[in-house]
């Protein structure tokens, strides 16, 4: 098992290589499918994972979802059930030896009707726990990938071959180690599914002023439920959660669109620059500009 679990890493290895040549990030023809490559360590950056599966099959990546760290490599992957605002690092990457990897997104309502075709068990009563986990990859998983990238080399056959590949590999995670954490949000009523829906909205309106009794009557729960279940699932309070969306989106905003600091905070919904600078010191561990010109040194030495 262990000489074809290598094998099937090696494949991979080569695969995602070959169509990261030319780039970091290869966002391939097939739809929720992205492959990527980092040829050194990174600073910690900003991003929001998505429902979806992410492995690496060379270097590692580190992965803090408030006081909660994950690590996964090639013998790990991370699966996530809601979308989370995170910070992530390459830990382990060379020019010899790059990190190369992928994301598959989920579609939950596909998951859905597999949790009916599949007739899944059902627990609505359960408690939710934390929608990101990081498990050891299994030989079935990395054999569905390696099939579904094979497909890049195959256009004409995207079209119906890939839907069918996603939906095994989305009946894998099911029944896998981590699949109460998608049958959770998928199973229509679940407190997991209710906290999911304030999440959504969260990440489309973070700019906006937040009433955790608004927030707790979208998800149709009482206010000290709703805050319960929305902490055990993202590590975060509400208000945290709120804070970690604007702080990603200004410093994006300053790096890739050159604002300043106060324009980036007021953007995003700050009313105070100096609230602003003060949280964005707690959350990168430098003040905007100085955090900002390392990167920007860092990326220029690359």
Request: proline share 5%.
């Amino acid at each position: 098992m262990i000489d074809r679990m290598e094998m099937t890493l090696g494949t991979l290895r080569e695969s995602i290589a070959r169509w990261t040549n030319n780039g970091n990030l290869f966002p391939s023809a097939i739809q929720a499918l992205s492959l990527f490559r980092e040829d050194a360590p990174t600073e910690p950056m900003g991003v929001v994972y998505e429902p979806s599966i992410c492995l690496v099959v060379q270097g590692a990546k580190r992965v803090l979802l408030g006081n909660e760290t994950y690590v996964y490599d090639d013998r790990h992957y991370l699966i996530t059930s809601v979308n989370l605002p995170t910070l992530v690092q390459v830990i382990k990457a060379s020019r010899e030896r790059p990190l190369l990897g992928l994301k598959l997104t989920f579609d939950i309502h596909e998951v859905s009707q597999l949790l009916v075709d599949g007739n899944f068990p059902h627990d609505r009563t359960r408690q939710s726990g934390h929608g990101m986990a990081a498990s050891e990859i299994t030989l079935p998983l990395l054999t569905a990938i390696q099939r579904l990238i094979d497909l890049l080399d195959e256009e004409h056959d995207i079209p119906i071959l890939a839907p069918i590949i996603r939906k095994e590999i989305e009946y894998l995670l099911l029944v896998g180690e981590q699949g109460a954490r998608l049958r959770q949000i998928a199973s229509a009523g679940s407190q997991s599914q209710q906290i999911a829906r304030a999440i959504e909205w969260l990440n489309n309106n973070f700019t906006r002023q937040l009433r955790i009794d608004d927030l707790a009557s979208r998800a149709r729960m009482g206010t000290a439920s709703f805050y319960n279940h929305f902490r055990s699932m993202t590590a975060l309070s509400p208000l945290q959660y709120q804070k970690h969306l604007r702080l990603h989106e200004a410093r994006r905003l300053m790096l890739a669109e050159s604002l300043d600091a106060a324009t980036a905070a007021f953007q995003v919904g700050y009313e105070s620059p100096s609230q602003f600078s003060r949280e964005y010191n707690r959350l990168y561990g430098a003040p905007p500009l100085r955090d900002i010109a390392k990167l920007r040194q860092i990326a220029a030495t690359e």
